[in-house]
């Protein structure tokens, strides 16, 4: 099964500030990778889908790069709602699996 | 706009049995693969089901695998996930999932169950 690990698992900012998220494959995935948010009590919200493209009604201060084993999702300027946890998600093989998440939290 | 509703979650001793739903609508459902996800209480996201959209084709985690079986029923727009031999470490909060290119998109609020003697 394929490994996903994010980085940092905690990442304390201030609204305006720039995130910029980690997640490393196991093995190459191309860019089979999506990126989702989650806040407390809620479901998970897809972000971003093969690595760089923006869901729908997804603002465009989230943005995603990488291919490979490499990924990163990055947002601009915090806004005070995207202060919540970031998963990754790879497609490439069976089965599909998760990253542990990446928690934002406000400074 | 798209809505999926869990139901079917609860208390249930090691061993036991559940069967999940998920009532979906919003979307025409015989076009879209359709998944089941978990999150352990205070834990991350595990992926554990997906079915096409015949439901000829089923996927499953290791950990699931023989013990689970999802299906499905177009005439119903309904996706189900039978689980057999649960085991305290099923304990989870399961989401329904609408797939795009393979991926959820669209999740419902899901439903709690509690594996436990």
Redesign the interface.
Known sequence: ?IVLTQSPATLSLSPGERATLSCRASQSITTLL?W?Q?KPG?????LI??ASNR?TGIPARFSGSGSGTDFSLTISSLEPEDFAIY?C?Q?SK????????TQVEIK | EVQLLESGGGLVQPGGSLRLSCAASGFTFTTYRMSWVRQAPGKGLEWVSLISESGDMTFYTDSVKGRFTISRDNSRNTLHLQMNNLRVEDTAVYYCARNFHWIPDYWGQGTLVTVSS
């Open positions: 099964e999506a989702y989650q809620q479901a998970p919200r897809l889908y093969d869901a998963y998600h497609r069976w089965p599909q699996t998760f990253g542990q998440g």
